[in-house]
């Protein structure tokens, strides 16, 4: 729930924490994680803050800790935040840069005297050189801190690969229930209020899981419908009826080669293990059985185009998830570029593309001149090469941007270093957006604010398995999810795999499983 104007309450930005209060901590570090990136994470991509800068980053926003700070504020509680970071999916992060993100972490709500509780919000899908379950390592470092008496509740993004040190090391655990990921700001006050009810002596927790030897794809997880949706509704049902405080499904990020990977299915109640543990286990074979309806269509990407062409009316979205941003691919990839610059356009086309050379030898040209240059394939040269273009230099920026749609860190600034468009293609109308930095492509913002606007183009690429539907679905006059090769393709079965264990479904088509 919003406030009662819908949205979050405005508020004066203060914590209002003072050493020596009893507060209550809230912190937030948000990744996830794709091993089979070609581009590491390090500590400057999640631009972490401590402190009063945590609280003024989140106050009033559309996000987890948006979603603390409501509802703790509502219930006039003392507020210490401890910190915020958030880094766009790629590789593990770096062997340093973990260790000073949690060593930063820790100092930070060590600050806090005695705290009454956490509220912690994490991605879920998190690694780390020599650590798989980063999630769990802070949770760990956070327990001994505080002790074992101190709720801790935390919020993970839907994809979350949930581990037993996370259900171990939690007091509850609160999942998305939307994806495209529209619920985060209400994740973090459902989180909340059970925290507050959990310190007044009105729930005592129970938890329990099932975790399934099964990944399915992302393009075909969309909550609203499909199959997904009939395991979400009857979350809610448990929810509503209250017959539990909080039921989550994760189906996992499917691009984490590691140990302890697989879908699960998390259910709190109060203090009734039995109507837990059986919900858990029913969710659970509910999920295997309709396992397979999860196969996405995917269409050639030079056949996705030439039928956008012959489409009346616009834009039509090719949806290139094997490259998006937001599933770890470095957001590079040329395999619907190429196509798209040969295509006989009758209106703009817009398309995002990282390519940090690409963005400096525009900047030296300048708005206005005429450049020729390779584009593309910038990380992953396994998946894709260069496109050799001509055109015109639009614009040039500083590749800042406020997110606008309802999702991902909405309110917040997105940084993506220098930026600039290039008009290029058939009679220059393909516009490539091009960064020194990735970015999420789920928001028209990205392209409304350097100067494109999707609404109007004839073809617009979007770089999501599905994430891009809840903005781009009421434009959309068609949508095509491309079968194009990347480090985040849907054809999971083709991946390098090495560490997963085995068995596990599809890569293990014959798997039988009984929760």
């Known amino acids: ?71 703790l504020t509502r219930a006039r509680k003392t507020i210490a935040p401890v910190g915020a970071g958030w880094a766009i999916t790629a590789n593990r992060l770096l062997r340093d840069d973990f260790h000073r993100l949690m060593e930063d972490y820790g100092r930070a709500l060590s600050a806090v005297p005695q705290p009454e509780a956490v509220l912690l919000a994490m991605h879920g899908a998190q690694t780390a050189e020599g650590e798989d379950d980063v999630e769990g390592h802070l949770l760990s470092r956070f327990r001994k801190l505080v002790g074992p008496d101190v709720p801790i509740v935390l919020t993970l993004d839907l994809h979350a690969n949930v581990t037993a040190a996370m259900v171990r090391l939690a007091t509850a655990i609160c999942g ?19 925290l507050l009810r959990i310190l007044r ?39 509503r009826a209250g017959r539990a405080e909080a039921v989550s499904i994760f189906p996992v990020q499917p691009w984490l080669d590691i140990r302890e990977m697989g879908s699960a299915v998390v259910v709190v109640t109060n203090d009734d293990e039995r109507t837990a543990d059986r919900a858990a286990a029913q969710l659970a074979q509910k999920f295997w059985d309709i396992r397979r309806k999860f196969a996405p269509h995917l269409i050639p990407a030079e056949e996705a185009v030439a039928q956008a062409l012959r489409t009346k009316g616009g834009p039509v979205v090719l949806a290139e998830s094997s490259d998006s941003t937001g599933s770890g691919s470095p957001g590079d990839s040329t395999g619907v570029l190429k196509h798209l610059v040969r295509a006989p356009l009758t209106g703009p086309a817009a398309i995002f593309l990282v390519d940090p050379a690409a963005v400096r030898a525009l900047r030296a040209a300048g708005v206005g001149a005429t450049v020729s240059l390779k ?20 614009l040039i920026s500083d590749g800042r941007w406020i997110a606008r749609a309802r999702g991902y860190n909405t309110g917040i600034e997105t940084d993506m270093g220098g930026a600039a468009v290039l008009e290029t293609g058939v009679n220059g109308l393909v516009r490539v957006l091009i960064a020194e930095r990735s970015a999420m492509t789920v928001d028209p913002e990205l392209f409304r604010s350097h100067g494109i606007d999707p609404a ?48 596990i479904y599809p890569l293990d088509p014959d798997l039988e499983y009984r929760p």
């Not at 998305?176 to 059970?194: C, I, N, S, W």
């Not at 899981?209 to 997904?228: C, D, F, M, S, Y």
């Not at 079968?483 to 999971?492: F, I, K, N, Q, Y």
């Open 176 to 194: 998305y229930h939307t994806y495209p990921h529209v619920d985060m700001f209400e994740t973090g006050q459902k989180a909340a209020r059970l």
């Open 375 to 394: 584009i593309g394939g910038a990380f992953d040269r396994k998946h894709s090469r260069p496109v050799k273009v001509k055109g015109r230099v639009r």
């Open 456 to 503: 109007h183009c004839q073809i617009v690429v979007v770089k999501s398995p599905n994430g891009f539907r809840a903005a781009y679905e009421p434009l959309a006059s068609k949508i095509f999810v491309v079968d194009t090769p990347g480090v985040s393709t849907a054809r999971l079965t083709q991946l390098p795999w090495k560490r997963i264990e085995r068995p």
């Open 1 to 71: 729930m919003l406030s009662e104007t819908g949205r979050p309450p405005r508020r004066s930005p203060q914590a209002g924490y003072n050493r020596g209060d009893v507060a209550i901590a809230i912190a937030s570090l948000l990744q996830e994680s794709n091993t089979f990136s070609p581009v590491h994470t390090r500590y400057a991509d999640f631009s972490p803050v401590f402190g009063q800068a945590a609280f003024d980053r989140h106050a009033g926003k559309l996000t987890e800790m948006g979603g603390f700070i409501d509802v």
């Open 201 to 239: 002596g009105e729930v005592k927790p129970v938890m329990r899981w099932r975790k399934l030897p099964l990944i399915v794809n992302a393009e075909n997880q969309q909550t609203a419908h499909g199959p997904a949706h009939t395991l979400f509704s009857r979350a809610q049902q448990l929810e």
